[in-house]
Every structure is written in C-alpha cells, then in structure tokens.
C-alpha cells in the first residue's frame, strides 16, 4: 500500500525554548530564513506525500497563516516586481494539502498521534516530528518510504547515539538485519543512565499501521503524565512485526538550543548567497574568542 498521508505533531509546549515559544510555534522559528516546519513539509512532499495533517495547538496559529495563500503578499510583491520572493511564497502554498487537528491539551506524543485517527482512515501513514530536521541527499522520509515498501509495517526511523546521551530519546531493543535494518522486539522511552538496552535511537521520523490506534486505546499515560508513543509501539510490536531503519542524514534536534543553533550555523554554510561572508565572520569570531 501506498503511503500518501503524513502526520506532523506540532503541539508540544517547547518549553526548552522558552521565552521564544511563549506566543511563537517553535515550529515557526526560522533556521536561517524558513521556519523549520517548512522544511519537513518540503521533506514530506518531496517523499511523494499528498496530504498532511499538523497537530496544532493554543498560540500555534502562524503555522496555518504561513501554509496559506497570501493574496495581499503575493499582490505586493507583483507590483514591486519581486518576483524571485513571489515564487517562494506562492510554492509554499502549494507544497501538498494541508489539514490541521487542534490537540486541546499538550497530553503527550501519543495522545497527538491519536487525533490524527480520522485522518489515517486506516492506512499505514508517515510520522514527521515538528521539531526534527533531517539533511540528507535522499529526504529521509522517502528512505523510509523505500524500505516500507519491502517491509510492509511499521518501521522506526533510528540512528545510533553516544552512550551518554540514550537517556534524552526512546531506545529500541533489536536485532540487527543487516542493509541498516532492524527488528524491534521492544523499545524503552529515556532509559535511565546506564540502563539503555542499546544505543539505536529513535529520532523523529515513523512509518506506522494503523493498528496503532488500537494500540493507543490500551495505553495510559506514562513517564511525565503524557500518553507515550513509544509505550503504543511497545504494545504493537507484541501484535506486529516493528522494523527500525538507521536513515542516512545529518538530524538535527532544533527543539534543544543547542541542536538550533548547530542547525542555523550548519544550513548558513550551504546557501551560496551567505557561505563566505557568513565564513569568514565565524573564524574572526572564534579566533577572537579563543584569544580571550
Ligand atoms: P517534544 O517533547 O520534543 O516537544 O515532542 P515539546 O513537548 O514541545 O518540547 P519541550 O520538552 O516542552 O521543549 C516531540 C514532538 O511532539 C509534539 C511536539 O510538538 C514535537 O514536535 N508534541 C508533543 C505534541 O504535538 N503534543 C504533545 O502533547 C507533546
């Protein structure tokens, strides 16, 4: 079956970014010019998605405002014969379909996968997490994509993290199939220090049948109060066989200041019209810094 829908939860409180998210989507901080939802959307469409639901939230409004058609915008620019800005924002608005689900409280991960049951009409769908941003030449959800389509069920995007760092992520337990896959036999969410059944993380990126619904039903909220993801794949991976894929790309966690800033400086370096400018600014700065 082919994968045409993709659900992007958006409506966590980001509250590792704060003040900056207190009336701003963290989605919509911008990673050099884009906001960094834009570019998961552009990851899902160009993986052949044809609609997409974003998971909303309170203060989350500027999401729909920025994948929507903007006539007096698009008016002014003609005018002003910006032409080149025209063509950026009327590509915005045609990206893919976009539908939008309010979750009305922040309950969990799981808990907003859940409001996109409707919209799944039980099919196998794609998970894209708003505040995950993968670089990769082949986008990283049309990896995925490829081994579903061998595969057949869910498959858990993964890569493998330093050992100090398995307590900040949900952590499979598997075996290796070679080629970068995995199966999944069972999965812990930010296992304490020591304790991780491996160093494969999930990071993000998720292809799941629809039975995860079911699985959802079953499940009560978890570490922190919140309805866990991670505790629904458990219980799925008891009914169904759970793959892991280690994706090839640079992912880079832009909800953490850190994995931000990393990500503002990485993609400044790639834009031809920035790069030597940008460069040059940033050896002059460390070095002055390194001087001190
Ligand atoms: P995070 O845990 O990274 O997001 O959730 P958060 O809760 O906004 O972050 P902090 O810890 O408070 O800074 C991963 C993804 O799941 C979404 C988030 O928007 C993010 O894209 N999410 C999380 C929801 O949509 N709803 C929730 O209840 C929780």
Not at 227 to 245: F, M, P
């Amino acid at each position: 079956m082919k994968i045409r829908k993709a659900v992007i939860p958006a409506a966590g409180l980001g509250t590792r970014f704060l003040p900056a998210t207190k009336a701003i989507p963290k989605e919509m901080v911008p990673l050099v010019d884009k906001p960094t939802l834009q570019y998961i959307v552009e990851e899902a469409a160009s993986a052949g998605i044809e609609d997409i639901l974003i998971i909303t939230g309170r203060t989350k409004r500027a999401i729909e405002d920025h994948f929507d058609k903007s006539y007096e915008l698009e008016t002014e620019l003609e005018k002003s014969g910006k032409f080149d800005y025209l063509e950026t924002m009327q590509e915005i608005s045609n990206l893919a379909n976009i539908h939008y689900v309010r979750q009305k409280e922040a309950k969990g991960l799981g808990h907003a996968i859940y409001c996109a049951k409707f919209f799944a009409e039980n099919e196998p769908f794609a998970v894209l997490l708003g505040d995950d941003v993968v670089d990769a030449q082949t986008p990283c959800l049309a990896q995925m994509i490829d081994r579903f389509n061998t595969y057949k069920s869910t498959i858990l995007g993964v890569q493998a993290v330093p050992d100090s760092e398995t307590s900040k992520y949900g952590i499979i337990k598997g075996e290796e199939l070679g080629d970068r896959m995995y199966t999944v036999h069972d999965m812990v969410e930010k296992p304490a220090p020591g304790t991780a059944p491996s160093n494969v993380a999930v990071l993000g990126r998720y292809i799941i049948t629809p039975e995860i619904f079911r699985c959802l039903e079953e499940t009560t909220p978890g570490a922190g109060g919140e309805i866990q993801l991670t505790d629904a794949l458990r219980k799925l991976a008891k009914k169904e066989s759970v793959y892991a894929y280690d994706f090839i790309g640079r992912r880079y966690d832009v909800g953490s200041k850190q994995g931000y800033l990393e990500a503002t400086v990485e993609f400044a370096l790639k834009r031809d019209d920035l790069r030597d400018e940008f460069l040059q600014y940033l050896k002059k700065t460390v070095a002055q810094t390194d001087a001190k």
